[in-house]
């Protein structure tokens, strides 16, 4: 009985090795040993200064991807690429602010005025509807050195 317990405890492990090596684990909807397929978007398709009507994400960034704690902010769209200038309309706001010295802080028409905390890191997203007009966003512990703008169009 212990030689058949420790043939499939074995078995068992190897069948698990061979799925976390395959960098996915398959699922009820995939053939057996394939991963399914990779999400894919197309939100965020923006044209680096102005995100075009059907991009409702934006991405709120403190700091870089090398360094938190840079003295960097700024609004991307999905693709990490830099927006000034979107159409009013809904969309989705997500942090990426991993600084425990800096925040994201947007301000701007319809009483928007959403901010992150300094003392922690957020990688939240918030639903905002963005009205025409300009928007400032700064950090709040260095607002002359870390500020933007983005502009919203009828």
Do not use: K, W
């Given at each position: 009985m212990?030689?058949?317990?420790?043939t499939a405890l074995a078995?068992?492990?190897?069948l698990l090795l061979?799925?976390?090596?395959?960098?996915?684990?398959?699922d009820?909807?995939?053939?057996a040993?394939?991963?399914p397929?990779?999400?894919?978007?197309?939100?965020?398709?923006g044209?680096g200064?102005?995100?075009?009507?059907?991009?409702?994400?934006?991405?709120?960034?403190v700091?870089?991807?090398?360094?938190?704690?840079?003295?960097?902010?700024?609004?991307?769209?999905?693709?990490g690429?830099p927006?000034?200038?979107?159409?009013?309309?809904?969309?989705?706001l997500?942090?990426?602010?991993?600084?425990?010295m800096?925040?994201?802080?947007?301000?701007?028409?319809?009483?928007?005025d959403?901010?992150?905390?300094?003392a922690?890191?957020?990688?939240?997203?918030?639903q905002?509807?963005?009205?025409?007009?300009?928007?400032?966003?700064?950090?709040?512990?260095?607002?002359t050195?870390m500020?933007?703008?983005?502009?919203?169009?009828?």
């Amino acid at each position: 009985m212990a030689r058949i317990t420790t043939t499939a405890l074995a078995l068992g492990a190897a069948l698990l090795l061979t799925a976390c090596s395959s960098g996915a684990a398959p699922d009820a909807s995939s053939p057996a040993g394939e991963a399914p397929p990779a999400a894919t978007s197309d939100a965020g398709t923006g044209s680096g200064t102005e995100a075009e009507a059907g991009a409702m994400a934006l991405m709120a960034v403190v700091g870089s991807a090398d360094d938190p704690e840079a003295y960097e902010i700024s609004i991307t769209d999905a693709d990490g690429q830099p927006v000034t200038s979107v159409p009013a309309g809904d969309y989705e706001l997500t942090f990426v602010d991993e600084s425990t010295m800096h925040n994201f802080h947007i301000m701007g028409p319809g009483g928007v005025d959403i901010a992150t905390d300094v003392a922690g890191s957020d990688t939240s997203t918030v639903q905002v509807t963005l009205e025409p007009g300009t928007y400032d966003y700064l950090c709040d512990p260095h607002p002359t050195s870390m500020v933007g703008t983005l502009e919203v169009t009828g």
